[in-house]
């Protein structure tokens, strides 16, 4: 036996599927970043929430996926040089992150078309690493400019709250 509906209503019409096949890849999403977040790779130190870039000068690794007032680590690796390496940071980069610490401290710091340069001491026997202490300012995705010396590109962040 079935049951007839009142005269100028459909059972499912196109809409109600469109919403259906957004409502279902919204739960695949869902349980897709659930899943990494239980696994870890999305977690402070996981394999998705960090990236390396590699520059001529040495290169950097940079949360990439963060969380709201916690602390993280931007990493920079410089290579054996006879001159003095800068790490180049927009200013967008201090509103999104506030620089607790720098191990070892700069040598110098300057400001200098537009961008906040930290100046550290050559070695030129071996390579070196500058470990920046950062806590987050705002949740939100957030995009800035960072580099090693002359080689600046854009990137962006991830803080969720």
Known sequence: MSSSLPEGIEDHTR????????Q???WIGFAAILGAALFGALGRGGPLARQELKFTSGSLELPIVT?????DELR???LPSSS????VLDPDFLTIFSIEGIDPP???ANYENGHIGYVFPADPAAPSQVILRLHTQT???HSFRIGIDQNVIE???LILP
């Open 155 to 157: 990137r962006s962040v």
């Open 139 to 141: 949740p939100g995705l």
């Open 67 to 71: 969380r709201w007032n916690s602390p």
């Open 76 to 78: 920079v690796f410089f």
């Open 24 to 26: 279902r890849w919204a």
């Open 106 to 108: 700069q040598k110098a």
């Open 84 to 87: 003095d390496r800068r790490l």
């Open 15 to 22: 809409f109600q599927q469109r919403f259906w096949c957004a």
